[in-house]
């Protein structure tokens, strides 16, 4: 497995930061594939929250289920796949630079194919991944430097 790792510099405190890419409410706003994303359980989020996220993988859309593995506030947090035929596991760091003023966001990605999902994930699925994980981040950035958030 070949893990994908990226980061960005977000000019907001880190708290902030943290606080809106934890939110799978937010993530159709800064993930391009990401379709839709909803809580499948209810109150704060901890480890073992599941979240029903539909992206969009070549022409398809698919539904996965993702369950929170690590959730340390305002630091990390990790989810992996726990259903279909492509399971990501994603850890995010997020640290204060600049005295507080600003955050670094590190992303790391990494996938295992299930049946169809082997066939996949080296023609589809980590091609459009390592080609979408920058602009995300960019779009992260902008949502959080000059959006509503």
């Known amino acids: 497995m070949t893990i994908i790792r990226e980061s960005v510099d977000v000019d907001r405190a880190a708290e902030d930061v943290y606080a809106y890419v934890i939110d799978p409410s937010h993530m159709p706003e800064w993930q391009l594939s990401a379709v839709s ?37 305002p630091h990390s947090w990790t989810v992996r796949g726990i259903d279909g035929p492509i399971r990501g596991n994603f850890h995010g760091e997020v640290e204060p630079i600049d005295d507080g003023r600003r955050a670094r966001v590190t992303m790391e990605l990494d996938f295992e194919g299930h049946g169809v999902g082997k066939v996949l994930l080296p023609l589809v699925v980590r091609p459009q991944v390592r080609k979408e994980l920058p602009r995300n981040e960019q779009l992260l950035k902008d949502r959080l430097e000059h959006g509503a958030a």
Do not use: F, K, N
């Open 37 to 73: 994303a909803e809580r499948l359980d209810e109150g704060p989020l901890h480890t073992g929250s599941q979240v029903r996220v539909t992206r969009r993988i070549g022409r398809r859309e698919i539904p996965m289920t993702m369950e929170y593995t690590e959730y340390d506030p």
